[in-house]
């Protein structure tokens, strides 16, 4: 049995990456979705088995617990697939000054973006064969430090840094990973983070179906990054010719922190 498994599926990147998917793997037998929100599990699988032809399994719960890990690698021991793309793209941000935001939102940042992705393809890498695809939802964020947005943009940076890492590791495998690193997209995520304040806060929104129809192209390429847009991918380039403390004061200020 062919699958995808897709993490935070309920809304943004990740329910867009979950209705392309099909798209670009046709012979895929199911869609594995894990996400908090059951309700929006359900409504997503019940439109994609009419629209798309193809069963979606719901795995409801919260990546930082344990249960829900427990039940995809149980589900995972019994069946046996074939994981033909484990999509991580379950995260969050908040915004603000390091100081003034509450540590449990901190350490809540971590544990979802870095600690979740790095355990979840821990629980999918053994099941996954030559030609397989790891896509790691990260941000234009991680090219460079991010005063009133450090955490997440920290988080980032180690997400793009893992994904190039193992990207190295499993070549000999035939196993591509690529990590996405969009700019701001319009999606719920602002809803939590709040809106940066600043020239940062005015800058534009992409399409969440655009990213990941562009993301989708890159990983049938085998391109370790894929980056949404022209201005991104500057300020991707820009981070590779000055130095952090350059960078970070560019974005303190762009960010009127």
Not at 87 to 113: H, T, W, Y
Not at 158 to 173: G, N, Q
């Amino acid at each position: 049995m062919k699958i995808a498994v897709v993490t935070g599926a309920s809304s943004g990147l990740g329910k867009e990456f979950a209705r392309q998917i099909p798209h670009l793997y046709k012979k895929l037998d199911e869609i594995w979705v894990v996400a908090r929100r059951e309700n929006r599990l359900k409504i997503l699988a019940e439109r994609m088995e009419e629209r798309e032809r193809i069963s979606v399994r719901i795995f409801a719960g919260d990546l930082a617990k344990d249960s829900v890990y427990e039940r995809l690698a149980s589900a995972l021991c019994e069946d046996q697939p074939d994981i033909r793309m484990l999509v991580n793209c379950a995260g969050f941000g908040k915004m603000g000054r390091f100081g003034e935001i509450p540590e449990k939102e901190q350490l809540s940042m971590i544990d979802v973006n870095c600690r979740a992705l790095t355990r979840m393809t821990l629980v999918c890498l053994p099941y996954m064969s030559g030609g397989s695809r790891i896509v790691n939802a990260a941000s234009a964020a991680a090219f460079s430090p991010q005063p009133g947005f450090a955490v997440y943009a920290a988080g980032k940076a180690y997400v793009k840094s893992l994904s190039h890492a193992l990207a190295a590791e499993l070549k000999e495998r035939q196993i591509f990973v690529t990590a996405v690193c969009p700019g701001p997209v319009d999606t719920e995520f602002f809803r939590r983070s709040g809106k940066l304040p600043g020239r940062g806060g005015r800058l534009g929104r992409a399409d969440a179906g655009a990213v990941v129809k562009r993301a989708l192209r890159d990983t049938a390429v085998k391109r370790q990054l894929s980056v949404y847009g022209a201005p991104m991918k500057a300020a991707g380039i820009l981070s590779k010719l000055l130095p952090d403390a350059v960078t970070a004061a560019v974005m303190k200020r762009i960010n009127d922190i």
